[in-house]
């Protein structure tokens, strides 16, 4: 069975981890546009995407709109528990799914998946998930896009990725 939804963490894998606040209280993340070219391919490709973030913010629900993001849930504790749920709702299972996470909050998620990923400068807790590939990037610098790449050669996807773009 083939890689259908990849689940992503926000902060530590879209992002640095870093979170801002300006003087008036607005937050500002900054996320890896390389992340975006390849995560907008991935739906071109027809697979699916969701976003599983343990915070809330106007920042990220944007960012996941402008990707074509469909599957979007913020504030949540129980990150498995939501992608079992969503699953159900897809009829896939988790031998379809490849995640990324970074840290605590990912644990169980990671350790469900068929394949996870973790950014270089992950919690070495989450680095010890068997079936865990640690990535060469850290969060918020291309970690996403390197897994995706990934995928997209374990898929035997790179003849139709690239002919998304030329």
Not at 2 to 15: A, P
Not at 123 to 148: C, F, H, P, Q, W
Request: hydrophobic share 40%.
């Amino acid at each position: 069975m083939s890689i259908e939804l990849i689940v992503l963490d926000v902060d530590g894998t879209m992002t640095n981890g870093e979170i801002t606040y300006t003087q008036n209280g607005d937050e500002i993340k900054s996320f890896c546009v390389k992340d975006g070219l390849a995560i907008s391919s991935w739906i071109k490709l027809g697979r699916r995407v969701a976003i599983i973030t343990g915070r809330k913010s106007k920042i990220v629900k944007r960012r996941a709109t402008e990707l074509g993001i469909k599957h979007f849930y913020q504030g949540v504790d129980n990150k498995k528990e939501v992608l079992e749920n969503l699953l159900k709702e897809l009829n896939l299972t988790m031998e379809s799914v490849a995640s990324i996470g970074d840290d605590l909050n990912d644990y169980s998620m990671l350790n469900s998946s068929k394949i996870s990923f973790v950014p270089n400068n992950a919690s070495s807790y989450v680095k010890d998930i068997d079936n865990t590939i640690i990535l060469s990037k850290n969060g918020g610098d291309g970690a996403v896009r390197e897994m995706i790449e990934r995928l997209i050669i374990l898929e035997g996807l790179e003849e139709k990725y690239l002919k998304l773009w030329h």
